[in-house]
């Protein structure tokens, strides 16, 4: 950062010239300078680079040291005058600092100064109240607490259940017996799905089994990449201290840049692919296996449960050669409540024996919800 010198002003009390800082003698009227402050140049309150001191006289008059003021005279003098100009008298015995009589005053206090014999301006008017904020405010408050509460209300519905006590209106129950048959099942397929155990396996012909992506030239695409395009560029802010000799130090006003960077579209060849189909062999084939063969159900509702008879079910009935069978069963319950409201609530049993239980006008404590299943209360 660089460090330059500034050379400053002063106005003549006695005949109003405006002089260098460099002088400590008005150039028009020949009065020493006394308490005159300095300031800056009209219109650099901000002095730049371009404005510094070059001559290596000034540089070393700026650099010497803040002048001192004639305790005999009154008169400013600078740091490397041995004896005062005015009066003669040394700076060993009679310096005083010169910043006793003239602090430094920029250009804008300078300005500042000369208004302060103006009128002071009206005062400016109190702020309007902050009732129209506050009133929004209320309003926004008021539609979040609603919304919130709305929700809340909501979901306490949605989770609440309640306790009440109803009898049995309805049962159904459903007992299934399913039959599965192992048996010659024909299948058909690609050789990857045929059971190992498969037996008078017939090749059918080729079928479209995938498509594979083949490699297809190459093909032109578009990017962005990140460039460097040129820089931007900025100055360091200036500041200046008084060297109260009608010079000041800045430092600052430098230029600092960094690497600019744009997007640029650029091509690339990129690899194509394009899809083949393949085709191989499909087969039809036999197999045992064990299928699904029949089904066969009792229902009924207040009546006793029971199960298929084994006439019904009739198992291993019409084998053939090598064939066998076998069951499964199913049980399927279910029972409506109605609550003193004439409001019904369905209900699974668990099991058998709980069915049985609940016979017609069977009162019990049931706990229901809207997004619960019904349970019966513990006695
Ligand atoms: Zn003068
Ligand atoms: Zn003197």
Redo the contacts with the bound molecule.
Sequence with gaps: MPVFQVEMWWR?S??Q?ENLGRFKG?Q????AKEGEPFYDAPGTAVPSYEQRVTDAALIAQATAGADWACRYCGSHQRRDNGTCAECGAGQGEAARPATYFSSYIGDANRAKAEAASAPPPLPAPPPPAPFVSWFKHYWLLLVVASVVLSIAGGLYLLFRTRVVTAEVLERTWEHKVLVERYMVVEGQGFAESRPASAFEIVPRGQRFHHNDKVRDGTEREAYTERVACGQTCSKTPVSCTTNNNGFKTCSGGDQRCSTKYCSETRYREVPRYKDVPVYREWYTWKNWEWKLHRSVSEVGSFDEPRWPSDAKVALNQGVGPGEKERTRNEAKYHVVFEDREKKLHEYTPKDLEELKRLKKGTQRKVRVGILRETTIEPF
Excluded: D, L, S, W
């Design positions: 003549c006695a005949c010239a008005c028009a009227c020949g009065k």
